[in-house]
C-alpha cells in the first residue's frame, strides 16, 4: 500500500527565514509526486508534479525535488502569506493519489 | 482558481439521512475523484470516475456511491449519515488521472 509521511507536522519560521519540508514517501510505480497547498477550509490548491528522481521545478519563493525515497519543498525567504498546509500527495499505478497529514507553516511578520 | 466548483459549501444533515453532493469538473477534464478529509488530516481517496465509469475505489462502505455525468460533472451519495462522516468533501478533476485540480469542498456536518 502506498504511504506517504511528512515532516515535521508544524513549523514556525520568522519572515525571511528559509526552511524545508520533507515527504518521504513508499509507492508502487511512482507516476507523480504532487505538492498542494491548502488555507483552512479551502481545498487544496495545486503547486507542483516531480515525475522522477532528480527532477526540480520552482515557483516563487517554492522549490521542490524529487529523490527515489522523499520530496523536499524549500521554501525561500518566506512571507506572511506563506502561511498554510503544504500537502504532499504520490500517485502509483492505481492512479489514486495517497496523501500525507500536511505540514502546517506559519510565517511570522 | 481552478474550474472545478462544488455544491453546497456548507450542508448540516442529521444522522441516518442521505446527502448528495455535487461536482461540475474543469472544462476538458474526463476524470473526476472524490476525496474525504477530516479535520487535521490529510484527503482520504473515495473513488474515481472515468468517462463515467468508476475505476478506483478506497477504503469507503458501500453507503458511499457516486455518478459521473455525459458532461463528466459528478454526484457523491451518502446514506444512512453517521457522525464520523464529518468532513470536508473535496472534488478534483483532470485529464486521464494525471494533475488533479481542486475544488473548494463540500463541508458537511452530521449531527
Known amino acids: 500500500e502506498d504511504q506517504v509521511t511528512q515532516s515535521p507536522e508544524a513549523l514556525r519560521l520568522q519572515e525571511g527565514e528559509s526552511s524545508s519540508l520533507n515527504c518521504s514517501y513508499t509507492?508502487?510505480?511512482?507516476?507523480?509526486l504532487f505538492w498542494y497547498r491548502q488555507d483552512p477550509g479551502k481545498g487544496p490548491e495545486f503547486l507542483f508534479t516531480?515525475?522522477?528522481a532528480g527532477e526540480e521545478k520552482e515557483k516563487e519563493r517554492l522549490k521542490a525535488t524529487l529523490t527515489k525515497k522523499e520530496s523536499f519543498l524549500h521554501i525561500t525567504a518566506p512571507k506572511p502569506e506563506d502561511s498554510a498546509t503544504y500537502l504532499c500527495?504520490?500517485?502509483?499505478?492505481?492512479?489514486?493519489?495517497?496523501f500525507g497529514t500536511g505540514t502546517r507553516l506559519t510565517i511570522i511578520p | 482558481e481552478t474550474g472545478v466548483t462544488q455544491s453546497p459549501t456548507h450542508l448540516i444533515k442529521t444522522r441516518g439521512q442521505q446527502v448528495t453532493l455535487r461536482c461540475s469538473s474543469q472544462?476538458?477534464?474526463?476524470?473526476v475523484s472524490w476525496y474525504q478529509q477530516a479535520l487535521g488530516q490529510g484527503p482520504q481517496f473515495i473513488f474515481q470516475?472515468?468517462?463515467?465509469?468508476?475505476?478506483g475505489r478506497g477504503n469507503f462502505p458501500p453507503r458511499f456511491s457516486g455518478l459521473q455525468f455525459p458532461n463528466y460533472s459528478s454526484e457523491l451519495n451518502v446514506n444512512a449519515l453517521e457522525l464520523d462522516d464529518s468532513a470536508l468533501y473535496l472534488c478534483?478533476?483532470?485529464?486521464?488521472?494525471?494533475?488533479?485540480?481542486f475544488g473548494q469542498g463540500t463541508r458537511l456536518t452530521v449531527v
Open positions: 509507492v508502487s510505480g511512482l507516476r507523480g
Open positions: 472544462s476538458g477534464h474526463n476524470t
Open positions: 516531480l515525475y522522477s
Open positions: 478534483a478533476s483532470s485529464l486521464d488521472g494525471i494533475e488533479a485540480f
Open positions: 500527495a504520490v500517485q502509483g499505478g492505481n492512479e489514486k493519489l495517497t
Open positions: 470516475y472515468y468517462r463515467e465509469e468508476e475505476n
